[in-house]
């Protein structure tokens, strides 16, 4: 079964929000473009849309949130996270900042975890989490 919701940001390609499998929900990867706009916090492009700088703090909670978003809207939650890829464009200057956040975000529930850094995604964003949770 397949999910797509308003609540979060339009996905970028053709593919769903999450599509349930069994009782697992796989996440398309979700990045910190605020839901209904291309608005993505802590980015400062410049006019050729070439990334000047980011805010990775402001870029986290915004991913983690449109993760929770889409969790709930397939009818899961994030308690239910089993499993997070974390790609980061900037491995070196974000992963600690990035990585404290994580710790306070996953405090109750700590789900596997992987995090890449990768030289660019596809809209000027610093990170994107590719998630698995289970649901009923």
């Not at 593919?15 to 069994?22: D, F, L, R, W």
């Not at 492009?45 to 449109?66: L, M, P, R, T, Y």
């Not at 994580?102 to 989490?129: D, G, H, M, W």
Request: proline share 7%.
């Amino acid at each position: 079964m397949k999910f797509k919701t308003n609540k979060a940001p339009k996905p970028v390609g053709l593919y769903p929000h999450a599509i349930k499998v069994g009782n697992l929900l796989f996440l398309s990867g979700v990045g910190p473009r605020k839901p209904n706009s291309n608005d993505i916090p802590g980015v400062e492009v410049n006019e050729n849309g070439n990334v000047i700088s980011h805010d990775i703090i402001a870029q986290c909670h915004s991913v983690f949130e449109n993760v929770r978003i889409i969790l709930e809207e397939a009818g899961s939650s994030w308690d239910k996270l089993v499993d997070v890829t974390v790609f980061l464009t900037d491995i070196k200057n974000d992963f600690d900042s990035y990585n404290k956040l994580y710790s306070e975000y996953f405090k109750e529930n700590q789900p596997c975890r992987t995090t890449v850094e990768v030289s660019l995604l596809p809209t000027p964003i610093a990170i994107e989490l590719k998630c698995i949770a289970t649901i009923d």
